[in-house]
């Protein structure tokens, strides 16, 4: 039996690739039906103006030879011998054929064929009066006249006299089968382009969704197996290639960010360890406290409070850090040295000491305030801590240089020791002269930790003349 994991697992892939398959379809079939309706409408317009102007054309054409017979039989007096056969010095006949192709055929005057045309073109009751008719030049047309398996247009114009009437005849089912034939190509381009189009919307549909499938393939994996180091190989510079590299870069943020948390535990768990054993031990002794003397009494006392309170302490900052890592507090305009003000003020009241702030240049930046001035007060606690019997005031300074905004606290304590600069910053960690006063090591860790948040980075030196110098920058606006 699977287990439910899986058959849900295999299921997801299934949407997935079916989703992935109706979007391709989508891509095949747009390509497919846009290409149809645009190469459709082109053909069709575009058949449509030849076949126009290859009728009109036609026509006119036609329609010329006729009125150049009518000029020609009313201002000659012509006969049936004139049309009756072609003059090699161009006679009227030629004149009539030559340019325009046109068949010709001459009536008698009682409406016999005297030469029969090529085509035979037929003689009906509305054309023979005109061979007997005096007035030259009368017209008598015929449209879509049926001569074996073409169709012409016939006009019959009288000679006049009653000499005759010459019949002339122009064949329109040749460009009838042309354009028909025309149409037939057409139609057979429109489908090859519909085809085209939808082996290329295939084409482009695939590559595309290629890289979702790895995308979605890649999502599936981080569901099934957890692991966030996945690597998603897509490449390119389009939406596709923005979207993996932003999910590329997501994965690689909550992989940092478990790495973080996992090592928050570790280093919890390992600093834990020492306050509360003590806890336990003093704790077992007060199972004995009436067999002690008064004086071990009060030591053990002031113990557990004092482990107590390093707990309490230890915890809160454990807390405050892991906060500083998932800060949801909403970025704003703060003035920096509206900051330094408050944790001066809260500082003396705490410590009693003087704690003087100095101002230079405008201070204003893009920040959080909680975090900010979590940060600022670790550092004047920490200077007050090492500083304790100090007599000259904690110095907070706070100035703009470019872009960024600079922070250091000043005191005329120890001072730290060149191997402890590089290390200060380090999450747990205590310099060897500071472990035996009260801390937990986790101070300048969120300083370091809001920092970074902040686009800046955390400092330390040893001060001129005794003391040290801790801050940290903050990325101001242009």
Do not use: C
């Not at 336990?280 to 107590?308: G, K």
Request: proline share 5%; charged share 25%; glycine share 10%.
């Amino acid at each position: 039996m699977r287990p439910p994991g899986a058959r849900h697992g295999r299921f997801g892939r299934w949407v997935a690739r079916a989703r992935l398959s109706s979007l391709r379809t989508t891509f095949t079939v747009s390509f497919a039906a846009v290409a149809a309706v645009v190469t459709v409408l082109v053909g069709f317009l575009s058949y449509d103006a030849a076949a126009r102007l290859v009728r009109v054309d036609q026509q006119t054409v036609f329609a010329g030879v006729v009125q150049d017979l009518l000029d020609e039989v009313r201002q000659t007096a012509l006969s049936p011998a004139d049309f009756a056969t072609a003059d090699a010095d161009g006679g009227p006949r030629d004149e009539i054929v030559r340019p325009s192709g046109t068949a010709v055929q001459v009536l008698g005057p009682d409406g016999s064929v005297v030469d029969r045309g090529h085509p035979a073109l037929p003689v009906g009751a509305d054309d023979r009066p005109l061979a007997a008719a005096q007035p030259a030049g009368r017209l008598v047309e015929h449209r879509d006249v049926d001569v074996g398996d073409d169709v012409y247009r016939v006009a019959t114009v009288s000679l006049g006299g009653g000499r005759g009437a010459v019949q002339v005849a122009q064949e329109f089912s040749g460009t009838e089968d042309l354009l028909r034939d025309l149409q037939q190509r057409t139609v057979l381009l429109v489908g090859a382009v519909v085809i085209a189009a939808g082996l290329f919307g295939w084409w482009l549909a695939r590559r595309i969704t290629s890289r979702l499938v790895r995308l979605a393939g890649a999502a599936e994996d981080v569901a099934r197996t957890g692991r966030l180091g996945i690597q998603v190989p897509v490449a390119g510079y389009d939406e596709v290639a923005r979207l993996g590299r932003s999910f590329d870069r997501m994965l690689g943020r909550l992989a940092q960010s478990e790495d973080d948390q996992r090592r928050l535990v570790q280093d919890a768990g390992h600093e834990l360890r020492t306050p509360l054993t003590s806890l336990r031990t003093n704790i077992s002794m007060l199972r004995r406290i009436d067999e002690l003397p008064p004086a071990v009494r009060e030591e053990l006392v002031a113990d557990l409070a004092q482990e107590s309170r390093e707990l309490t302490d230890l915890v809160n900052e454990l807390v405050a850090l892991a906060a500083g890592q998932s800060e949801t507090e909403p970025p704003r305009r703060v003035a920096v040295a509206e900051i330094a003000d408050d944790v001066a003020v809260a500082a003396r009241r705490r410590t009693g000491r003087a704690v003087t702030v100095r101002v230079s240049g405008d201070t204003v930046v893009e920040g959080r305030p909680a975090a900010l001035q979590r940060a600022v007060s670790n550092l004047v606690e920490n200077a007050a801590k090492f500083d304790r019997d100090g007599s000259g005031p904690i110095e907070l300074v706070v100035t703009r240089a470019g872009n960024t905004v600079r922070i250091e606290v000043l005191d005329r304590g120890p001072g730290i020791a060149e191997a402890d600069l590089d290390r200060i910053f380090d999450r747990f960690y205590r310099a060897p002269d500071a472990r035996s006063l009260p801390g937990s090591g986790l101070g300048l860790s969120i300083v370091r930790e809001v920092a970074a948040v902040h686009g800046g980075e955390p400092f330390a030196g040893r001060r001129e003349g005794g003391g040290s110098v801790t801050g940290f920058t903050v990325a101001a606006d242009g």
